[in-house]
């Protein structure tokens, strides 16, 4: 079962929201430059910056990639690479805090790793989706391997129902989303590839 963590996901959103500000400033970007390149409105922006609004993973993807930044280097200050990294349950780096809005809860994994092939990540999918919230879409492929629980995958033409052992592959561009469904929450470790990353 994934911890709970409403102590530590504001100091995750505060360290976003800084680091985004400190490397937009770094690029000498304005708000409104970044805001074009990663395809997000300026007054979205400006919310992640100040820490009034928790990005998912697309927006985070969107954003290191208008940055010309890793993930890792966006949510957390990475550490020296290891080649061999051990990250406990405890060690995992909330970044999308659900306690104040029924939403996703996403911890990073391997922060410490740099110059990663690819984004792992815990996801909790909510039970419900607001009618209006979009899909997520990004660069690359990702999996979605269910730890536990059941959930089930949106894309415009078709639904795909999974529970836990179950495991889907896709381009990451393709329009997504993803709920729980049963009567618990679902876990699910999520892996995003870039390609231009790779190789």
Do not use: C
Not at 99 to 123: C, H, L, N
């Amino acid at each position: 079962m994934i911890r709970k963590q409403e102590s530590g996901a504001p100091a995750a959103l505060s360290t976003i929201a800084e680091r985004l500000a400190a490397l937009r400033k770094l690029n000498g970007l304005t708000l409104e430059e970044l805001a074009q390149r990663a395809s997000l409105t300026k007054s979205y922006l400006s919310k992640l910056e100040r820490g009034l609004s928790s990005p998912t993973i697309g927006t985070v993807l969107k954003l290191a990639e208008a940055l010309d930044v890793t993930v890792d280097q966006l949510i957390a200050k990475p550490q020296r690479g290891n080649e061999i990294l051990l990250v406990k349950a405890a060690d995992r780096v909330p970044f999308s805090p659900s306690a104040e809005r029924q939403g996703y809860t996403y911890e990073a994994i391997a922060t410490e790793r740099v110059d990663k092939a690819m984004q792992p990540f815990v996801m909790v999918p909510p039970f419900t989706l607001a009618q209006d919230q979009p899909m997520a879409s990004h660069a690359g492929e990702e999996l979605i391997f269910v730890v536990s629980g059941e959930m089930e995958v949106l894309f415009d033409d078709r639904t795909v129902r999974m529970r836990a052992g179950d495991s889907l592959y896709f381009n990451a561009s393709i329009p997504h989303r993803s709920r729980s469904i049963g009567k618990t929450l679902a876990q699910a470790l999520v892996v995003v590839s870039d390609r231009k990353r790779v190789g």
